[in-house]
């Protein structure tokens, strides 16, 4: 999948008001798309991630497993809250709900916690 299309299925998959339930409890609600991005409220933060860095988490493997602590390697101020610059490590298990949301993963493993992360199987 390219860029333009996993944005579109993003605005299609996932409109703005759509809740979505974290796998470590608690929701995220869709507030709205600006420009090539997506604001969401987590608890009493509202974030701002850019899809393309969601794109990018995505495609940082063709099939096989990716875990939050792939892409807070690959990416630290997208998607890690303890870098410098910070991100914020709730992009992560938006990024996989979103995946999921679209169609892309069936499922999403883990407990989120330190020796069993939250990840996602691509296919």
């Known amino acids: ?51 393309r860095d969601l794109f990018d988490g995505y495609t940082r493997v063709k099939t096989g497993q990716l875990s939050s602590n792939d892409l807070k390697q690959a990416n630290p101020p997208v998607f890690d809250s303890q870098a410098r610059p910070a991100g914020h490590s709730c992009n992560c298990t938006f990024l996989f709900m979103a995946l999921q949301k679209m169609g892309i993963v069936s499922q999403i493993y883990g407990r989120g916690v330190r020796g069993d992360p939250f990840y996602v199987v691509l296919q």
């Open 1 to 51: 999948m390219e860029f333009p299309e996993f944005k579109q299925r993003m605005h299609t998959s996932i409109p703005v008001e759509t809740v979505l339930k974290n796998p470590g409890g608690g929701t995220s609600i869709i507030l709205s798309y600006p420009s090539d991005g997506v604001r969401y409220k987590r608890g009493n933060s509202t974030i701002h991630v850019s899809l």
